[in-house]
């Protein structure tokens, strides 16, 4: 066998910290502090009395921060809808949020609506959304009385025809488009070039097809057009640049029909800081240019009536959220021509959080339980998984007398890591608390074994019963 050391890959692109106390603020949800042990806080409460309280990994929601965002959309956009998207992060606490703060909801499956529908959202604030809705999923929308089914393939329109003719009553539809634009983000969430089974595209003519039909046929009342060019988007332009296109659609369908459009929803996709070099931007900035490029584009294309909406998730669910883990397992690995790398094994992974494994997503991490003065030294913070891409951080920069029994916080965690968890090797999602000053509440609960184990219907064969400590 031929061993030969592999090429060292090891390009720290990050500065070590000169403070471990120091938080960057940007990355944390407003509530968090360091008190004067140094210790972390959130929202008044020491992350080792939520870990006593609850265990690791946990995933912990600043519920004013999580409000203060969703807010600060409605503020922003005046006259404009706001959609959370749900499939950011849903549970029944954040649907009830959601309807407080006045903001729609967009669902993206019958499970989804039922969540929602379970905590009494008004069911004519939620869309529904997916690019291979069931029939049943079609007809409980219906009959639930979405506020609008987001169709987005000519065999949706077939399918809900029937339904709408089965239940004697038009159903509101929106028709997603394609604008062929390429989002600046990473290929597996950018939705709007032509190559990608989202929507029906502009420049074929398909868009234009499915709105007419939906406009002509008793069986739809036709609300608008949809258009969603992809997800952690951090320049603006991208935006912009595909409103202008879906507006020159509308143009095309008042020309076709001497109709309008009653509404154009722009989607979501709103970037987040989850390193300290990434620049989101300011909801101000953000709000300014698009108000002002899709008003250009109303008197351009002379559209006097549409309103507009968008469809922020992440933006809204991420940064109110951090990942608390445990560390269990510290090893000095030599990886050649002089360098070393620390891999820092904590109780969760890619099970509680996949998008480092599957986008090549950037996080950091903090020493959170307490602080340190030592050296720091960089690290890479790994999950309990069999995986070698079971990672949640790439580079963080932790202090070198990190122990066994230290938490570890990971912000900017709260869209699509538990919202996208699994049961590899058999983990156990883990628990979800929001927390707001002097008070906790869970709001998703850990998965125990018996909860996997009742999904399991093979015969329980006679072994050994040993006692777990668990
Ligand atoms: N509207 C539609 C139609 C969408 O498909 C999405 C996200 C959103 C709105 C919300 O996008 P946001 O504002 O959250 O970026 N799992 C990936 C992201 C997938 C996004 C799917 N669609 C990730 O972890 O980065």
């Known amino acids: 066998m031929h061993i030969e050391s592999p090429p060292v890959s090891f390009e720290p692109r990050l500065e070590p910290p000169e403070d471990f106390s120091t938080l960057e603020e940007q990355l944390w949800p407003g509530g968090t502090r360091r008190d004067s042990r140094g210790e972390l806080t959130l929202a008044g409460h020491q992350v080792s009395d939520l870990v006593a309280q609850y265990g690791t990994p946990l995933y912990v929601i600043d519920e004013a921060d999580f409000r203060r965002r969703a807010r600060s959309f409605t503020e922003h956009f005046p006259g404009w809808s706001i959609h959370y998207a749900g499939k950011s992060f849903l549970c029944r606490t954040v649907a009830r949020w959601i309807n407080e703060e006045g903001l729609c909801l967009d669902v993206c499956s019958g499970n989804e609506l039922a969540v929602a529908l379970s905590v009494g959202f008004p069911p004519e604030r939620i869309s529904l959304h997916g690019n291979n809705k ?33 239940l004697g009553r038009p159903v509101p539809v929106m028709v997603r488009v394609t604008t062929g634009i390429h989002a600046e983000t990473h290929q597996y969430v950018a939705t709007s070039h032509e190559d990608q089974k ?46 202008q296109i879906t507006l020159s659609l509308v143009s095309q369908f008042q020309d076709a029909t001497n109709d309008s459009i009653q509404e154009v929803n722009l989607g979501g996709g709103f970037g987040i800081a989850y390193v300290g070099s990434d620049e989101p931007w300011e909801m101000e900035r953000l709000s300014d240019v698009l108000i002002r490029d899709v008003e250009k584009g109303c008197h351009y294309y002379d559209i006097p009536e549409t309103k507009f909406a968008i469809e922020p998730g992440r933006a809204i669910s991420g940064p109110p959220g951090v990942a ?21 094994s904590v109780d969760g992974g890619m099970s509680d959080n996949i998008r480092t494994a599957l986008y090549d997503a950037d996080y950091t991490a903090t020493l959170a339980n307490r602080t340190s003065v030592a050296t720091p030294t960089l690290s890479r913070v790994v999950g ?28 900017a965690s709260g869209a699509y890591s538990r919202a996208m968890a699994s049961n590899y090797n058999y983990a156990l999602k883990p628990a979800v608390v929001g927390v707001v000053e002097g008070d906790t509440q869970v709001m998703l609960r850990r998965e125990t074994l018996d909860d996997l184990l009742r999904l399991d219907q093979g015969e329980i064969g006679v072994g050994f019963e040993v006692e777990r400590e668990v």
Not at 324 to 344: A, H
């Open 134 to 166: 069931t029939s049943e999923e079609l007809r409980y929308g219906v009959k639930a009385g979405v506020g609008c089914i987001v169709v987005d393939s000519f065999d949706e329109i077939d399918r809900l025809r029937v339904i709408s003719d089965d």
């Open 198 to 243: 989202f929507g029906l595209s502009i420049q074929s003519g398909q868009a234009l097809k499915a709105l007419l039909i939906c406009h002509d046929q008793p069986q739809f009342d036709l609300l608008g057009i949809h258009s969603h060019i992809g997800s952690q988007i951090l320049e603006v332009e991208g935006f912009a640049r595909a409103a």
């Open 324 to 344: 608390l883990y445990t560390v269990g397992t510290i090893k000095d690995v030599d990886i050649g021509e002089g360098f070393s790398r620390r891999y820092v």
């Open 384 to 411: 309990i998984h069999c995986e070698t891409g079971d990672v949640l951080v790439k580079d963080v920069y932790l202090p070198d007398d990190l122990a066994l029994g230290d938490i570890l916080a990971i912000p």
